[in-house]
């Protein structure tokens, strides 16, 4: 998993010396997303790379019943992640990325339970990582790397450390 905490963190280095301009000019989420995106893409040939995707192979990405986790479509059935690595067609289920930026104040819980969900190995096909990052204008303020739909606290302390030693976050 290192391995592919390695290249979001090359991803982020690439994203933050490009793309300062969306923060200086305080855009969307939506659009800080997206740009990152562009930049994981490169660190991950052989893989797709999409920016709210909502299909698990032909089948649109259900929550379970009686999940506690809020969506983002007016039925309230489907999850959209903000980001995901994985391969369309087997699905072959990757890294699910939630970003958001440090000026939104809503709580994250949004989030994490997404995450939560998005890798659980008892649901659908998982992820096999999730990752939420809250980005800023210097760098990563919070993340946390999710495995088996709990946060990971050695995993998340190594990437926050790694992200301190690229000078792109405070150290853990």
């Known amino acids: ?3 592919e905490l390695n290249k979001v963190i090359a991803a982020l280095q690439d ?22 995106a562009v930049h994981l893409e490169k660190q ?28 983002d479509d007016h039925l309230g059935k489907s999850i959209y992640p903000d980001v995901v690595v994985h391969q369309r067609e087997i699905p072959n289920n ?3 990325i939630e970003i958001r930026k ?12 997404k995450l939560q969900a998005l890798t ?6 998982p992820f096999w990582i999730g990752l939420l990052l809250v980005l800023d204008m210097q760098g990563v303020k919070i993340s946390e790397v999710y495995v088996s ?18 000078g792109l976050g405070a150290a853990p």
């Open 102 to 113: 440090a000026n939104n104040h809503t709580p994250l819980e949004h989030d994490e339970h």
């Open 94 to 96: 990757l890294l699910a």
């Open 1 to 3: 998993m290192q391995t």
């Open 120 to 125: 659980d190995v008892h649901v659908w096909f």
């Open 44 to 71: 991950f040939p052989g893989w797709s790379v999409d920016c709210n995707y909502d299909r698990l192979g032909e089948r649109t990405l259900h929550l379970p019943h009686g999940t506690i986790i809020s969506t």
């Open 149 to 166: 739909s709990i946060v990971d606290q050695p995993l998340s302390r190594w990437f926050a450390a790694r992200l301190a030693e690229v």
């Open 15 to 36: 994203f933050y010396a490009h793309e300062g301009f969306l923060f200086e000019k305080d855009v969307g989420e939506r659009a800080v997303t997206h740009r990152f």
